[in-house]
Nanobody, 117 residues
Framework: HVQLVESGGGSVQAGGSLRLSCTAS????????MGWFRQAPGKEREGVAS???????VYLDSVKGRFAISRDSAKNAVDLQMNSLKPEDTAMYYC????????????WGQGTQVTVS
């Protein structure tokens, strides 16, 4: 049974930083491509950052240079470091996983709220 659990969300002032963590269980995470998504009220879900099993990363244009996705193999986790946060970054953030051979993310966490004021 695959389980993803996010942590690290909260409230912060504009310009501040937060670090989100997604801990995975139930599979060998290193074989998975991982991603962070977000959804703000009234808006569609959007992909924020992803990391492939070879370490290749992709970012949403609006977060490039501010956010960084990384793996923590010791914790079987994927982190999202968010710096220079803006009010428009306010959203529920979700961690997701997929087999790298598939384009569809089929495992999702419950989400963690990020609020920037």
């Amino acid at each position: 049974h695959v389980q993803l659990v996010e942590s690290g969300g909260g409230s912060v002032q504009a310009g501040g930083s937060l670090r989100l963590s997604c801990t995975a269980s139930g599979y060998t995470y290193i074989k998975r491509c991982m991603g962070w998504f977000r959804q703000a009220p009234g808006k569609e879900r959007e992909g924020v950052a992803s990391i492939a099993n070879d370490g290749n990363t992709v970012y949403l244009d609006s977060v490039k240079g501010r956010f960084a996705i990384s793996r923590d193999s010791a914790k079987n986790a994927v982190d999202l470091q968010m710096n220079s946060l803006k009010p428009e970054d306010t959203a529920m953030y979700y961690c997701a996983a997929r087999l790298c051979a598939s384009p569809e993310y089929n495992y999702w966490g419950q989400g963690t709220q990020v609020t920037v004021s």
